[in-house]
């Protein structure tokens, strides 16, 4: 569990893990955390590393959970996701039914207070998982586990700053594994972001994806990558909204639309240029 200035939902979510029927082991990966949260995990557990200011680095803090854990299968759960019920663990667990199967990831529910736009993103992204035949790929840590033998064959990347759990299993499934959706897993889990923080978050999912996946000069494209996007987000956003009489974000859509654009457009290139330095860099190295 990696956790960070979480309170007071730290403390619901630990209470939730403790009541699972599921044996465990809980190792908490702190970022000297100033609120309390520490002094709730320790009601918990002794196993708690400190991951100091300034050094947080994704996928080297999940290679330091995976290297302090025992066991095929860890599980990761964000401090801020709280299991719904005494079964999430069991429930998510029974998704590795085959050797083939190299993690597995459960459902987010909306909190109560999620803000109309993000609670459907949340329905969107998880729900019954139907969604997921359009995307090229789909994973989520905040609620999953990974099999330990294939982590030992292909740690996360200690470079990439962003989606480095889209990184992993997708690098996992070119080697012909399953990545695997757990609808019955359910945690709550949602966050309403301002528009400066939605710009943030899609400026780094989009420079990830522009490393992790190969693009052509179509997908690369400002209509395909960006304006189509926006347009059928903005049509599907205005018909949910309207259908349940959420007025106010039907006017509030477009803005944080557009902020999603312009975050993840701005990283995607960004990305793109550090893939073409890597590329240029690895030619000259080859050449010598």
């Given at each position: 569990?990696?956790?960070?200035?979480?309170?007071?939902?730290?403390?619901?979510t630990?209470?939730?893990?403790?009541?699972?029927i599921?044996?465990f082991?809980?190792?908490?990966?702190?970022?000297?955390?100033?609120?309390?949260?520490?002094?709730?995990?320790?009601?918990?557990?002794?196993?708690?590393?400190?991951?100091?200011?300034?050094?947080?680095?994704?996928?080297?803090v999940?290679?330091?959970g995976?290297?302090?854990?025992?066991?095929?299968?860890?599980?990761?759960?964000?401090?801020?996701?709280?299991?719904?019920?005494?079964?999430?663990?069991?429930?998510?667990?029974?998704?590795?039914?085959d050797?083939?199967?190299?993690?597995?990831?459960?459902?987010?529910?909306?909190?109560?207070?999620?803000?109309?736009?993000?609670?459907?993103?949340?329905?969107?992204?998880?729900?019954?998982?139907?969604?997921r035949?359009?995307?090229?790929?789909?994973?989520?840590m905040?609620?999953?586990?990974?099999?330990?033998?294939?982590w030992?064959?292909?740690?996360?990347?200690?470079?990439?700053q962003?989606?480095?759990?889209?990184?992993?299993?997708?690098?996992?499934?070119?080697?012909?594994?399953?990545?695997?959706?757990v609808?019955?897993s359910?945690v709550?889990?949602?966050?309403?972001?301002?528009?400066?923080?939605?710009?943030?978050?899609?400026?780094?999912?989009?420079?990830a994806e522009?490393?992790?996946?190969?693009?052509?000069?179509?997908?690369?494209?400002?209509?395909?990558?960006?304006?189509?996007?926006?347009?059928r987000q903005?049509?599907?956003?205005?018909?949910?909204?309207?259908?349940?009489?959420?007025?106010?974000?039907?006017?509030?859509?477009?803005?944080?639309?557009?902020?999603?654009?312009?975050?993840?457009?701005?990283?995607?290139?960004?990305?793109l240029?550090?893939?073409?330095?890597?590329?240029?860099?690895?030619?000259?190295?080859?050449a010598?």
């Amino acid at each position: 569990m990696r956790s960070y200035n979480d309170m007071p939902l730290m403390a619901d979510t630990l209470a939730m893990v403790s009541r699972q029927i599921t044996p465990f082991e809980l190792i908490s990966l702190d970022n000297e955390s100033t609120d309390g949260t520490l002094r709730e995990i320790k009601k918990y557990t002794d196993r708690t590393l400190n991951i100091p200011k300034g050094t947080y680095v994704p996928g080297r803090v999940l290679n330091q959970g995976m290297e302090a854990s025992h066991g095929e299968f860890v599980v990761f759960l964000n401090s801020d996701c709280t299991p719904s019920n005494e079964l999430w663990l069991k429930n998510l667990l029974a998704g590795f039914t085959d050797d083939n199967v190299a993690a597995v990831f459960g459902r987010q529910i909306p909190r109560p207070d999620c803000q109309p736009i993000f609670a459907k993103d949340t329905e969107d992204t998880f729900g019954d998982g139907s969604n997921r035949k359009y995307w090229r790929h789909c994973f989520s840590m905040a609620s999953s586990a990974i099999r330990r033998s294939v982590w030992e064959e292909m740690k996360f990347d200690e470079d990439i700053q962003y989606s480095e759990d889209i990184d992993w299993t997708w690098r996992a499934r070119q080697k012909g594994c399953e990545i695997r959706y757990v609808a019955d897993s359910i945690v709550m889990h949602s966050h309403n972001y301002n528009l400066r923080q939605f710009y943030r978050r899609h400026y780094g999912e989009g420079r990830a994806e522009a490393v992790i996946f190969d693009w052509s000069k179509w997908e690369q494209s400002l209509i395909r990558y960006s304006l189509l996007p926006y347009i059928r987000q903005i049509i599907s956003d205005e018909k949910h909204c309207l259908s349940h009489f959420f007025l106010g974000a039907c006017f509030y859509s477009p803005m944080l639309r557009l902020a999603q654009l312009l975050g993840r457009r701005a990283g995607f290139k960004d990305g793109l240029a550090d893939s073409a330095k890597v590329a240029t860099a690895a030619g000259k190295e080859g050449a010598r």
